[in-house]
């Protein structure tokens, strides 16, 4: 066998099993497939509040419920919502359960999930998602409900909410301070189908330019757990944002090595980071010596996308809502950033 035949053999053989190494990050992309977008909402739609993850009360959701009935939508109280296993919002069979009900049920528009915390990966693999792509509804949260955008995404290309949830809602609108008010506004304006835009201020460490392409991401622990699984984001070409909360410098850097080494990040449109809470060292003198700026442009030195850095998004009262799997322009100059959601 000559050497042209052999490597060619041999990249259909690397191709066919998906193995990484010669492909490199070619093995994370994909073939192009349209992007379901489910329907916006009208007055008098359903929301199903239910809980994959962690535990709340009734009484936890009440705020959010009285404002979602105030937009004009009628509101469905999964069984989830005061079931307690632990932290979880009941039994893996309750949560499985409830969720799958609210994928089936035709008359729900939108699947809010009433918090984050921990639980979905524990029954990611049994929800039944074929019908969302023939019945698409929109699938709302943040933080542990990565992993939901991220498999819907890979698996079903259907564009979800990234966005707060029932427990970020003010208990007191009146108290409520401007930044609570426009960010849950922002999910009732992305389920009424406006296009979202938002301005950020400059940051000397953004590198400027001009992107377009899909728009994925979330938090960025959840997300680098989910690499090499059934839920494995696909970026390829992709604006990625990410965030975290209570992490120490050293496993952020570990983290964004890890997006490095899959390759991930040489394949994007654009980067946009969003709020990262450092956890300091118990022990300062032992403090990892470089900040969230230097550790992210240490990562992306040699590529040559846009990034765009303290966005509005993430473990913060400033968390607006973002539709994951919509295209997106987004703009870095000296003056500051911009991310517009396209048609």
Partial sequence: MNRKSFLQQTGLLLAATGIPGVLGAKALTRRSVPMVVPPYLSKRDTIGITSPAGYITLNDIQSAVQQITGWGYKVKVGRTIGKKDGSLGGSDAERLLDFQEMLDDRDIKAILCARGGYGIVRIIDQLDFSGLRRHPKWIIGFSDVTLLHCHINRNHQVATIHSKMCNSFPDDW????DTQVKTILSIQKALSGEKMRYEVAANMNNRLGKAVGQLVGGN?????????????LYVANKILFL???????????RMFWSLKRTGKLEQLAGLII???SVKA???????FPKDLYAIVNEKVKGYHYPVCFDFPVGHQRNNYALKCGSRHSLTVTMQGSSLQEMR
Avoid: C, M, Q
């Avoid at 009146?174 to 301070?177: G, N, V």
């Avoid at 965030?243 to 850097?253: C, G, K, M, S, T």
């Fill in 174 to 177: 009146s108290k409520a301070d």
């Fill in 274 to 276: 969003g709020g990262f």
């Fill in 220 to 232: 960025l622990r959840t997300l680098e757990n989910l690499s090499d699984t059934r839920s494995d």
């Fill in 243 to 253: 965030e975290d909360v209570h992490e120490p410098l050293y496993n952020i850097d």
């Fill in 281 to 287: 060292d118990p022990v300062p003198a032992d403090e």
